[in-house]
């Protein structure tokens, strides 16, 4: 049986990774990502990605094209000289923080298999809330609202049903499984 710590830990380096991939998916200069991007619907019913950008000097300025459907538009994205986010990173991780902090766990488990089902673990085992707050550093209140990690304690109950602990164990286990495959 995983000690609690171990858990935590662990909940703690997923939730890193996926608010990374969260940060690079929203960061990355893409025409969807811009903040002069919009999508221009035309008659046909077509949308079609359009900058919108309007420099001072806008007598020579046309139509870019910038359309995330197509490979052109993307390596406009790349080259673009007034790409701009349309969140910065700190906006973003207080979305992530947001959706963490006020989803239900099968909302998180959409998303998040691997993270939900140590939260699961956390909360079964009496561990407490497993909500998120904001800041990243090592100390203890990533995951656990303020609380010190929790000291060498078995993450199960003793004397629970035979079945439903080998059921968590079970979790765990195909969690860690299919993980591996991402």
Not at 22 to 48: A, I, M, Q
Not at 53 to 80: H, K, M, N
Not at 133 to 144: K, N
Request: hydrophobic fraction near 25%; aromatic fraction near 8%.
């Amino acid at each position: 049986m995983k000690k609690s710590n171990v858990v935590w830990r662990k909940l703690k380096q997923l939730r890193f990774r996926y608010m990374k991939t969260y940060l690079e998916k929203n960061l990355k200069r893409t025409p969807d990502n811009c903040l002069y991007n919009h999508l221009e619907r035309f008659s046909s019913g077509k949308k079609v990605g359009l900058c919108s950008y309007v420099p001072e000097d806008s007598s020579l300025w046309g139509f870019i094209i910038c359309d995330g459907d197509t490979s052109e538009g993307v390596a406009q994205a790349r080259r673009c000289e007034v790409f701009c986010t349309k969140r910065s990173p700190d906006e973003l991780k207080e979305e992530f923080d947001l959706f963490m902090s006020t989803s239900t766990m099968g909302q998180i488990a959409y998303h998040y298999r691997d993270m939900a089902a140590l939260m699961w673990v956390l909360e079964t085992s009496g561990e407490g809330s497993w909500h998120l707050s904001e800041d990243l550093d090592d100390g203890p209140s990533v995951l656990t609202g303020g609380q010190s990690i929790p000291e060498e304690k078995d993450v199960g109950r003793e004397g629970s049903e035979t079945r439903r602990d080998s059921d968590s164990r079970g979790d765990s286990e195909t969690n860690s499984d299919s993980k591996g495959d991402s």
